[in-house]
């Protein structure tokens, strides 16, 4: 029973972390965008 | 495992993290990301004791890194303050976990330093107040037992990393330390818990005039600043907390997230699959906080995160009332960027999630409280390598240097004035990343810029007496010269928009061209009058740092350097 908890957890965040890290690559990818040069942020 | 060999562990698990969080950030050179500036061969000047008119919200942190920069040049001190946000964090967080195995305690440790507040405040920058965050769990176990023996020490020893970071650090801090001694003792009373020689006020009393004492370089500066303590109700919509995982802005400041800022968010961070697993993981700790842990803090750390929380929430959803509050008295301007005080719940949630893991582990075995060390990071994984490549550190331009070496070796007083008329750059050397400007700082002069803060359309009006006065001088069309003279400045110094061509230039007429280069241009105004600044007087300044520097001092003299508290969890 342990090893099946185990096992399942460590799929589920295995894949969660390869979403994540996929997720992660497309945004990075996206095209750049032209923001104001003197602003402290933006909401 | 004995104490020391759990906290060596669990700091060992924070330097772990740092390294992974910072990456590429720890090579040579200095990160500048919103807030966080650091520079080269750093010296004291009266700016960095908050002499010169300005909100000192960077006392007594500048101080700090300034003394720390001449121990540890080229950009070491900002690596060894990062790295040590993480190992506090972690270390601070496991040793509040009543729990026997290590694992548990490592899990709360890795989840209170890698999560999406810590994240959201390292990208905006605020790295004096996360030492503050860092140190807060200590903080926590010694309020608890602040009315005993030697507890005023203890909770000032754990105070130290909060009084650096200052202002915003300390606010979050008395929130907390007030809240647990005030509740501890009143449990005590009730014949809850071992009988202690103080009550409920007498417990708050030493909490909170323990905490007056350690904000006193920044309490004493700001009070005396002959203009007062600026407060624009205006800003209250821009620094309010808002939604950056689907669940809306209260969702969003359960799962430690939302701050006011949405180019301070991690990349990727609030996706659906991963905002679901994350709101999960944050309820069962808070079910099991709230179910488990019995420690004599744990119902004033509660309280502490459910104020924060309504706090967080404050500017939100209830922004009319807190700008009337600030119209009324500027202090509630505090209440503004309301997210950082979603930091005592980070706290709760961190024991929470290592009483899920040691549960967890007794119900299914140790690989659990393996695996549950790496959900934090698996939930979030663009804060590791430097934020997804986000803290990448630079050099300054040569032409930086020149200056520098020009402005030290005149002998004639005067200001620099720092143009673009504007508080933040994008400097193309710093990969267009929004810094604030590093000038006041670098020069080791007193630099006016313009503190007015843009953020999206909306524009708070500055706050340093000078800049207000040149203000309507250096927007006009009109000549600059002789205005920056008659107002004692002796440079200007041009750190964008640096192309001859630039009209501003040409208002310098009768100025001379000192430094032209790329990356900074420098203009030296003849015949600088004396202008002083509107400051706090130096007096009672130095002797609150007095106070201050003592108190630390007798913090740590009578007994072994250890944040290691009597109050922490003891274990059957």
Avoid at chain 1, 5 to 10: K, L, P, S
Avoid at chain 2, 156 to 171: D, E, S
Avoid at chain 2, 482 to 500: C, I, K, M, N, S
Wanted: proline share 8%; net charge positive; aromatic share 8%.
């Amino acid at each position: 029973m342990r090893i099946a908890i185990a096992a399942v957890t460590g799929v589920l965040l295995a894949a969660l972390a390869s979403f994540g890290v996929v997720h992660l690559a497309n945004a990075s990818q996206s095209d750049p965008v032209i923001k104001p040069l003197y602003n402290y942020g933006s909401r | 495992m004995k104490g020391r060999t759990r906290h060596g562990v669990a700091a060992l698990t924070g330097l772990v993290l740092g390294v992974l969080a910072l990456g590429p950030g720890l090579a040579p050179g200095y990160l500048l990301s919103f807030d966080m500036v650091f520079v080269p061969d750093p010296s004291f000047t009266r700016m960095t004791f908050g002499l010169t008119g300005t909100v000192p919200r960077h006392v007594p942190s500048d101080a700090f890194v300034t003394a720390l920069g001449a121990v540890l040049p080229g950009g070491l001190a900002q690596k060894a303050v990062l790295l040590a946000i993480f190992v506090m964090a972690c270390a601070g967080a496991a040793s509040l976990v009543p729990a026997r195995r290590l694992a548990p305690r490592l899990a709360a440790g890795v989840l209170y330093a890698w999560n999406p507040f810590v994240a959201e405040r390292l990208l905006l920058g605020h790295w004096a107040f996360l030492l503050g965050y860092a140190a807060l769990p200590w903080v926590v176990a010694a309020s608890a037992g602040v009315v005993e023996r030697h507890g005023a020490r203890r909770l000032g020893r754990a105070l130290v990393p909060a009084a650096i970071g200052g202002f915003a650090a300390m606010a979050v801090s008395g929130l907390a330390a007030l809240a647990v001694a005030g509740w501890s003792a009143g449990r005590h009373e009730r014949g809850e818990g071992p009988a202690r020689g103080g009550g409920r006020w007498r417990a708050v009393a030493w909490a909170a005039g323990t905490l007056a004492l350690f904000s006193l370089p920044w309490l004493v500066t700001g009070w005396l600043r002959p203009s007062g303590m600026p407060g624009d109700p205006g800003a209250v919509d821009a620094f309010a907390a808002r939604a950056d995982t689907p669940f809306g802005t209260l969702g969003s400041l359960l799962l430690l997230g939302g701050v006011w800022n949405a180019e301070a968010v991690p990349t990727g961070y609030g996706v659906p699959l991963l905002a679901v697993c994350s709101l999960v993981v944050v309820v069962a700790s808070l079910v099991m906080y709230a179910r488990a842990v019995r420690t004599p803090w744990a119902r004033g750390l509660a309280v502490a995160a459910g104020t924060g929380f309504v706090l967080a929430a404050f500017g939100a959803y209830a922004a009319p009332l807190l700008k009337g509050m600030i119209d009324a008295w500027s202090g509630f301007a505090v209440l503004r960027d309301g997210q950082q005080y979603t930091a005592p719940l980070a706290v709760v949630v961190a024991v929470g999630f290592g009483v899920l893991a040691d549960r967890l582990m007794s119900a299914a075995g140790a690989a659990l409280g393996v695996l549950a060390l790496v959900v934090p990071v698996v939930l979030l994984p663009s804060l590791a390598w430097g934020a997804a490549g986000r803290l990448e550190p630079v050099q300054y331009p040569a032409g930086w240097a020149r200056a520098r070496e020009v402005i030290r070796a005149d002998r004639v007083a005067g200001d620099v004035v720092a143009l673009p008329w504007a508080t933040y750059r994008s400097y193309p050397w710093n990969h267009r990343r929004t810094s604030l400007d590093a000038l006041p700082r670098y020069l080791g002069r007193r630099v006016v810029t313009s503190d007015a803060v843009v953020i999206g359309a909306a524009t708070i009006p500055a706050e340093d007496p000078k800049a207000r006065r040149l203000d309507a001088v250096i927007k006009s069309a009109g000549p600059l010269t002789g205005p920056l003279a008659a107002a004692g400045v002796r440079y200007a110094a041009f750190d964008a928009e640096t192309d001859p061509g630039n009209p501003a230039m040409a208002r310098l007429a009768g100025a001379e061209r000192v430094v032209d280069g790329p990356d900074l241009v420098l203009y030296r105004i003849p015949d600088p009058v004396a202008g002083p600044d509107q400051a706090a007087p130096a007096v009672p300044a130095a002797l609150a740092w007095a106070v201050w520097i003592g108190l630390i001092s007798w913090c740590f003299l009578p007994s072994r350097t250890t944040l290691a508290t009597r109050t922490s969890p003891r274990l059957p």
